[in-house]
């Protein structure tokens, strides 16, 4: 079984939405979707064959006030507004609704990943609890500390599943990926570095020390993994899809340009990825 792993990384999540445009113009499909934070949002898309929707949101929508900045801060808690991204634009009606009959009905496995802010857990929603027009998941899976507030799903708070399973490639594997694709949004070599916001989490308490504790061990976590993704890229079973460069964009960056090369950029290496694929069939791999 054929999976893709996403890890997110905010608007940096473009380069991962390039991939799936060139994969949705060739018909280039996987078995098992698992996503991160803004990777769940891209691969929840690519599902639904929305070529071009992901694009819209990094280039236009990431640009406004109303979804990013500090008068969302003064008004509702938050600098980004989840709401506005996952409600106001995607549900039916909105300005871009996710074609959700579609994302369900399509044959390949979709989860992603949430932490729990209380014990710091990992807790994997299939796409089968998801209901239409309320998109609580993907709100929780994109929720940044500090960015935003906790949200609140059945009485408990949820962060962004990258604290707990930043590259959640051992739930692929234990749900029987035996081909894993694992895209990231920067090159390898920078999630060995500590988080950037990481300084100020230290500086203002929180109600979830669990919380502080994830952030604080990320970078090591990711090490351990990316060693053990290296070790089975050698052997043939993962495919790593990294930008050579990110143009400067940091998480949270609004820069139109740097938005688009990093797309098409995503765009060739989505194009690299299924000529891969195909001479290993050819191969009898």
């Not at 769940?40 to 900045?69: C, D, P, S, V, W």
């Not at 916001?197 to 090490?223: F, Q, S």
């Not at 938005?259 to 299924?274: A, F, N, P, T």
């Amino acid at each position: 079984m054929t999976g893709i792993i996403d890890v997110g990384g905010g608007i940096r999540g473009v380069f991962s939405s390039g991939i799936y445009d060139a994969f949705l113009d060739e018909g280039f499909t996987v078995d098992y979707c698992l996503g991160v934070s803004a990777g769940a949002a891209n691969l929840i898309t690519y599902l639904a064959g929305q070529r071009g929707r992901t694009l819209t949101f990094y280039h236009e929508y990431f640009m406004r006030k109303n979804l990013l900045g500090v008068e969302n801060f003064l008004k509702n808690g938050s600098f980004l507004n989840l709401d506005y991204l996952y409600s106001t634009l995607s549900n039916e009606g909105g300005e871009n609704p996710l074609d959700f009959d579609s994302a369900m009905a399509s044959p390949s496995a979709f989860s992603l990943v949430i932490t729990g802010a209380k014990d710091g857990k990992a807790y994997y929603i299939d796409k089968s609890k998801f209901t239409k027009n309320d998109y609580v998941y993907l709100k929780a899976t994109c929720c940044l500390p500090l960015v935003c507030k906790p949200v609140r799903i059945d009485g408990e708070d949820y962060y962004d599943g990258g604290l707990a399973d930043p590259i959640p490639y051992r739930k692929a594997l234990e749900d029987g990926c035996d081909k894993l694709i694992v895209v990231l949004t920067k090159p390898r070599k920078d999630y060995l570095i500590p988080l950037e916001y990481l300084p100020l989490l230290r500086k203002i308490p929180g109600r979830y020390p669990e919380i502080l504790h994830l952030a604080e061990t990320m970078h090591t976590r990711n090490k351990e993994a990316l060693e053990e993704l290296e070790r089975l890229e050698k052997e043939g079973k993962v495919i790593i899809a990294e930008p050579k460069d990110c143009f400067g964009m940091k998480t949270l960056s609004k820069d139109t340009d740097a938005v688009l090369k990093m797309y098409y950029q995503g765009y060739e290496k989505g194009l690299e990825i299924m000529q891969n694929a195909k001479c290993k069939m050819q191969n009898g791999e």
